[in-house]
């Protein structure tokens, strides 16, 4: 353990309001640079039109920023927020915090759900939000102390640099002998040395008496972080929470629908995915069957190795125990491995505990990269949380990385002499280490996809067209873990995604696949309408999305839409209703996160982003970009161009079928935004229509001015 | 014998998941299928054979985190 010292400057005392209907009342602002902390009022307005969560985390952020803003700039704010039902112990799910900022590798916002205590615990102290601005050389720790009620300032010196070890530090600090009270925030030397820092969020694990973490992985949230100098936030709050604390409108009805909710997914989970046990890793073979894995870079859906990476592997390897991210969630599927043993890096040869990892690291970190060992997975997902790093961004750019080399476009010259063949384990953990120190190929790599492809074509003259092709980035993020040549839905679901090419916003892949869910065009962009504002909804309350569609009634398969599974839908209204006193429908729902993501759409366009032009994606994503793809396909995609696009494929050599298929593809994507964009109620150029907005009540004279300087006037 | 969605079954040497699947047409077709602690997926139905005294349950994959 190394010695460390905190210097108090800046004590801010306050009076904790009570919880009202999941409401704190107010949001804390922190800036490093001034050491100014204060309370702002939470207004009718940010209740009724941003409800809470990412709502609140946007509003904050357009507030603090202009469209000049660059992500390292001391007013792009960290927010970080809960939302009205989080911190409800007992319905599954409810501890959820988002952050949000000014990302590093987009531009424009990025926003991050994840679990641990924190957010709650900040709301419960006091604050439904907390925005931290300013830049500082020191490293500070900013500690919100609920149950003393002040906020204070540390100058800390001699604290471990990573996450792993900071988390055990600093809950061991201010715990006062009860670390269940405590969360920490912090990234790491990862998230200081690339762009695609994330945020890891703790909770006190009693049973196995040690601190242990989630990340808010995308689009750098941890960068923004580490750049500010903040060192670590850490909240205190008595852990001895009921369903009490939230003060909900009505205590009887709320207790009824979590019932509900948390027994039936007690009986429902064993006898369906077994999350509980395993978490996400049933997705792995399943994916692969489908032909959904991406491996070697998205280039092919699976693989004959893929079962290593799977669910009976790591049902062996998981510590057998409760392992919620909330308290009493019975989901419960934050599993970790006891005792591993990294080969690499600061910590070979120690035994750690490692929080993962789920099916996002595994492919990200394994098939993508052609690795098929588990135990190199969980040294990737171990070393990603320790630097603060992405692990899907990881993944990713590395992945594309290591198809450049094996086609030549970069050597071992420029990557230090690596061979970054697909599949060279030690090189993938050699170059997560360059990463974290900021070092060697691995800093170029840690810049992200779309800066390695100007790295690559204009530093080491590699082909500019080609890496456009199989860069997997889309409006600067990496895309997170599904391979999207056969789902049109899922390419809109990635495409169309206000930050960029990730799941949670529309994950459609299996519903528009293997359920064929929605057949025609109407049913996709109708599908790309309903389910980016439903899963929206999740991130302004505070909540995981787990709960509603991971553990489905028995009798959802014979309900009208068992897509949407609406007997949850419908109890997450009756949640809403029962916390806030806000008599809500499920079409409310919709309609509540509609006027958020609408602004969100709208915050894009105002940082130069959010038009037609920014939804685009590398043809990887659309179908094969190589001849050899194409080929491990074949009957698949012949038949397609004849039977679907009606192409005479007779005497055509397979580079003229990949360029057919390509525009076919493509025109069809196009096809989608159109159709997309008209059930959203925005132009053809992907901007929300001045009815649009009046409609959801979002049309604030600065949006209006907005929407008329891009000549939206209707 | 087999159990299926918690309900005995009468089992027979080589059936496999798509056998089991015609006997329940009526219903609409899992994606997946867990036997015991296997996880089954509709391409591998008919390849894959169902162990006597197995559990199986029919898993409705709706799922997306």
Known sequence: MSAYDFKLVKTFDYQRPAIDRGYAGQTLYVNVSSLEISAKPVTRQMKEIFIGGKGFDLWLLWN???????????????????????????????????????????????????????????????????????????????????????????????LPEDAYRLSEVLTDHFAQGKP?????????????????????????????????????????????????????????????????????????????????????????????????????????????????????????????EAANLGQAVYRRLFDPGYDGCWMGCTVACSHGVRDFIPLSGPYRGQK???????????????????????????????????????????????????????????????????DLSFGNRASALELVHQM??????????????????????????????????????????????????????????????????????????????????????????EALHWFPMFRTWFSLCGLCKLPWNDIIPADNTSTPEPAKVMKHVQWYAEYFSSVTGREVSPDDLIRMSEAVYNF?????????????????????????????EYESRAERYDQQLTDNYKVDIAGKSTAEKVAALRGCREQQYEKLKDAVYQRRGWTSDGVPTLETVKRLGIDFPEVVALLKAGGVTA | MIRVAGKEHPWRQGMTVADLLREYADDPEPPVVRINDHYVSRPNFAQTTIPDHAEIFFIPMIAGG
């Not at chain 1, 690339?194 to 808010?216: E, H, I, M, V």
């Open chain 1, 64 to 158: 603090a920023v202009t469209p000049k803003t660059h992500w390292d700039d001391p007013e792009n704010p960290v927010c970080i927020a809960c939302g009205p039902l989080g911190g409800t112990p007992g319905y599954p799910g409810s501890g959820k915090s988002i952050a949000a900022t000014l990302s590093p590798l987009t531009g424009a916002v990025i926003d991050s759900n994840v679990g641990g205590y924190f957010g709650p615990y900040l709301k419960f102290s006091g604050f439904d939000a907390l925005e931290v601005q300013g830049k500082t050389d020191q490293d500070l720790v900013v500690f919100v102390d609920g149950i003393d009620q002040k906020v204070q300032i540390f100058a800390a010196t001699g």
């Open chain 1, 180 to 304: 269940r009270n405590i969360s920490v925030v912090s990234a790491g030397p990862g998230a200081k040395n690339t762009s695609f820092g994330c945020l890891n969020f703790s909770w006190y694990d009693p049973k196995r008496k040690r601190a242990r973490y989630k990340q808010a992985g995308r689009g750098g949230v941890g960068t923004v972080f580490a750049d500010k100098g903040l060192k670590a936030l850490v909240a205190r709050w008595d852990a001895g929470i009921s369903v009490d604390t939230n003060r909900p409108a009505d205590k009887e009805r709320l207790k009824k629908v979590a019932k509900l909710h948390a027994k039936e997914i007690v009986e429902l989970d064993p006898k369906q995915n077994e999350m509980a046990t395993i978490g996400t890793t049933h997705i792995v073979t399943i994916m692969n069957d489908h032909d959904l894995l991406p491996t070697h870079n998205f280039r092919y859906g699976s693989h004959r």
């Open chain 1, 352 to 418: 750690v505990f490692v929080d993962g990892p789920e099916y996002e690291t595994i492919a990200g970190c394994g098939s993508n990269l052609g690795i098929f060992d588990p135990h190199t997975v969980i040294e990737l997902n171990f070393y990603c949380d320790a630097y603060g790093l992405d692990t899907i961004s990881v993944g990713t750019a590395t992945a594309f990385a290591m198809e450049c080399f094996e086609l030549g476009l970069i050597t071992p010259a420029h990557t230090g002499g690596m």
């Open chain 1, 436 to 525: 974290a120190r900021g070092e060697g190929f691995g800093k170029i790599v840690g810049q992200g996809v779309r800066r390695m492809k100007a790295v690559f074509a204009g530093e080491f003259g590699a082909d500019p067209k080609i890496l456009a092709d199989i860069g997997m980035e889309s409006k600067g993020l990496e895309f997170s873990e599904y391979m999207t040549k056969e789902s049109l839905a899922q390419q809109g679901g990635y495409g169309l995604a206000l930050k960029g090419p990730q799941h949670d916003e529309a994950w459609l892949i299996f519903l528009d696949i293997v359920h064929n869910f929605m057949p025609t065009f109407e049913q996709k962009a």
């Open chain 1, 600 to 628: 969100q759409r709208l915050f894009n366009l105002r940082m130069g982003f959010g038009r037609r032009e920014h939804d685009t994606l590398p043809y990887r994503a659309m179908g094969p970009v190589t001849e050899v």
